[in-house]
């Protein structure tokens, strides 16, 4: 399983004799380092496989940051729709008084929607006519995102006094002022009541992220405003459902599960502040929502049930983690009586999730409009509990394994640190580095014990490149990923992060970030493109492959899916041309193939929002692939050499 040495001097007089290397010792995986350079020469005994590779290597890991999914995923396009006010007055909303028209707008602290949400925004006009109306406007995520010839479905709650009428709602574009989509919502009421609303833009103006919502009245009066929802189509028509082309970007990943909600997001900053999922789901006025971590407002209207939708989408299995008692400021709750509520509430989640519509929380899933219990094979206890240094996450860690176990022995529990109190099955560790740590650290796991517990790397991440890495991270990237594969009999998922970042300033807290977005498009970054390449071609097994030469940024791993293909990623993080030939044994090729090239003139070449495509994969067919096949890798590039088997 471990990588072994070879002497830099011996790479050339080896290089006739690999294949044969390879057939004595089909376990080795032999490297030389570090090596001084030259061709690379792979031997790849094929059909002889070494290892298993994980099914579910390749996943996401995902939290609310950087706008995740509030200005991110999550198609909602009103910002501040729960009208939250604070010193500045409401975020995001602005008074509009057209022509001669007298209003005031501000926050009514003594009437509200609903227990959860017992504040509103009040519109108070004085003086408002049809041609001069008053109103409130929304500013979105910095803009809204609309195109033409398109359907947008809001809503709000309201409630109105003294005759303000009817309410017209508006898209109005920045720049220009011009209205492209209106309709006007009458029978307000004097009670707290929910109003849906559908918004058609015409044709004749360019998509956009400049553009605004406007509610006005006629007539004066006052009116109660909150929990005000506007969507875009989503993906595959959810309501209340994710952002089309970034799903889109996100399938072409493939990934395999969804780690959720967190990251820090799942602890809060205080134990108040934790992720507390019963108050994320149900009807969104019921959701009273919570500061984040990262230093702004959640609705929780992309809760526990919008996770697990996702997941289901996109067909990733949920990696479920529970809260566990620790926060980032420090606080823990104690082992024992005082951590059983929490325990109980992890399980009533894992019902939740779970459950049959017969089960307590299985009902309730049902209620929320999901009846079918989704799949569950791993939760995870907590998130980074090495940093409480209390060391009390050795004893919470075994309260939640063995009530875990007791309900649920199928399930498998990942622990966030190393503990002693129990075995956990899967221990989560977290990597944020610089490239050239990655490609010393490529082999990281190659020593590791076989006999501990199974590895998911949670978070992982080359930290080059702001707002999203640049091609230089794309290559640490992907030497660390190919030392992921060389370990995946040992290591069972593995998920970047963090995944999302709204590009707008202000939005993000850390960079980089996988993709990037504004109210209107989004890109991958190289090492987005870096993922897809690999997880598009992560076979079943590990054959047998020896490999001399090549510099030390020179990187490969070999997966074979047995009768039907071998998938060979090549890395060349070195500034110069990099010689490669690949030997196959013992294999029944057809001929066919095909070659994916992600290259980038130098390692600060990056993709944006106005270049998304700078840096893509690119692919060249093969035919006549013969048993040995020979390519010269440009500088900087990665590459995978897909080879077709009878
Ligand atoms: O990915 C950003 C943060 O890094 C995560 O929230 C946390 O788990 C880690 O420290």
Not at 354 to 358: D, L, M, N, P
Not at 442 to 452: E, I, L, Q, V
Not at 610 to 614: G, Q, S, T
């Given at each position: 399983m471990n990588r072994s040495i070879l002497a830099p001097r011996l790479v050339a007089a080896f290089a006739a004799s690999l294949l044969a290397l390879a057939l004595l010792a089909p376990a080795l995986r032999a490297q030389a380092a570090p090596r001084g350079g030259g061709p690379a020469v792979l031997a790849i005994q094929v059909n002889h496989s070494v290892a298993p590779v994980s099914p579910t290597l390749y996943g996401l890991m995902t939290e609310?940051?950087?706008?995740?999914?509030?200005?991110?995923?999550?198609?909602?396009?009103?910002?501040?729709g729960t009208c939250r006010a604070d010193w500045t007055g409401i975020p995001r909303w602005y008074l509009v008084q057209d022509g001669g028209a007298q209003a005031t707008m501000r926050p009514d602290r003594?009437?509200?929607?609903?227990a959860a949400i017992p504040y509103s925004l009040r519109l108070t006009v004085r003086r408002a006519t049809a041609a001069a109306p008053a109103g409130v406007l929304n500013t979105g995520y910095w803009g809204m995102g609309l195109r033409p010839r398109t359907v947008y479905r809001g809503a709000f709650y309201a409630k109105e006094s003294a005759g303000a009428g009817a309410v017209t709602a508006s898209l109005v574009a920045n720049?220009?002022?011009?209205?492209l989509a209106s309709e006007v919502i009458g029978g307000i009421g004097a009670a707290w009541r929910r109003h849906a609303f559908t918004l058609r833009t015409g044709g004749g103006f360019r998509p956009s992220a400049g553009n605004h919502l406007v509610f006005t009245v006629a007539h004066p009066g006052t009116l109660w405003l909150n929990v005000v929802t506007l969507f875009p189509p989503t993906y595959d028509g959810t309501p209340n459902g994710d952002r089309p082309d970034i799903m889109r970007l996100l399938a072409a990943m493939h990934p395999q599960f969804l780690r959720f909600p967190g990251g820090n997001y799942l602890e809060g900053r205080s134990i108040a502040q934790r992720?507390?999922?019963?108050?994320?789901?149900?009807?969104?006025?019921d959701r009273p929502g919570h500061w984040s971590p990262w230093g702004y407002w959640s609705t929780?209207?992309?809760g526990l049930l919008q996770f697990l939708d996702w997941c289901q989408d996109l067909h990733m299995q949920p990696v479920l983690a529970v809260y566990?008692?620790?926060?980032l400021n420090g606080k823990h709750v104690p082992p024992g009586p005082k951590l059983a509520p929490y325990v109980t509430s992890a399980l009533e989640e894992i019902q939740y999730v779970?459950?049959?519509?017969?089960t307590r929380w299985g009902a309730v899933r049902a209620r929320d409009g999901h009846p079918q219990p989704f799949p569950l094979h791993y939760v995870e206890v907590?998130?980074?509990?090495?940093?409480?240094?209390?060391?009390?996450y050795n004893a919470r860690f075994a309260q939640f394994y063995h009530a875990i176990k007791a309900h649920y022995p199928q399930l498998q529990i990942i622990a966030t640190a190393p503990v002693t109190s129990v075995r956990p099955d899967v221990l989560d560790q977290h990597y944020y580095q610089r490239a050239v740590q990655f490609f010393h650290d490529?082999?990281?796991?190659?020593?590791?014990?076989?006999?501990?517990p199974k590895i998911f790397v949670g978070e992982w991440a080359?930290?080059?490149?702001?707002?999203t890495p640049n091609f230089g991270a794309a290559l640490g990237d992907a030497a660390w990923m190919t030392g992921l594969e060389h370990n995946s009999d040992l290591i069972v998922m593995a998920s970047y992060a963090p995944?999302?970042?709204?590009?707008?300033?202000?939005?993000?807290?850390?960079?980089?970030?996988l993709i990037g977005y504004n109210a209107l498009r989004s890109y991958g970054s190289p090492s987005y493109y870096a993922q897809v390449m690999f997880a598009s071609h992560l076979g079943a097994e590990r054959p047998a492959a020896t490999l001399a030469g090549g510099g030390p940024r020179f990187f490969d791993s070999v997966t074979e899916t047995p009768g039907r293909r071998v998938d060979l990623k090549l890395v060349n993080a070195a500034s110069t041309p990099q010689p490669v030939s690949v030997h196959f044994s013992a294999a029944r090729l057809t001929g066919r193939g095909e070659l994916i090239t992600l290259h980038a003139a130098n390692p600060q070449a990056t993709n944006s929002l106005?270049?998304?495509?700078?840096i893509v994969p690119h692919r060249r067919r093969l035919s006549g692939i013969g048993p040995v096949w020979r390519e010269t890798m440009p500088p900087y590039s990665i590459q995978v050499l897909q080879v077709d088997l009878h």
């Open positions: 609310e940051i950087n706008h995740a999914y509030e200005g991110g995923l999550y198609a909602q396009m009103v910002r501040n003594g009437t509200g929607p609903s720049q220009t002022g011009r209205v992720f507390n999922w019963k108050k994320t789901i149900g009807p969104l006025v929780d209207q992309f566990a008692g620790y926060s779970t459950g049959g519509v017969h907590g998130n980074e509990d090495f940093f409480d240094r209390s060391g009390s490529a082999g990281h796991y190659d020593k590791t014990s076989r006999k501990g080359t930290r080059q490149g702001s707002p995944l999302f970042t709204n590009v707008n300033p202000g939005a993000m807290q850390w960079a980089p970030d106005r270049h998304p495509r700078a």
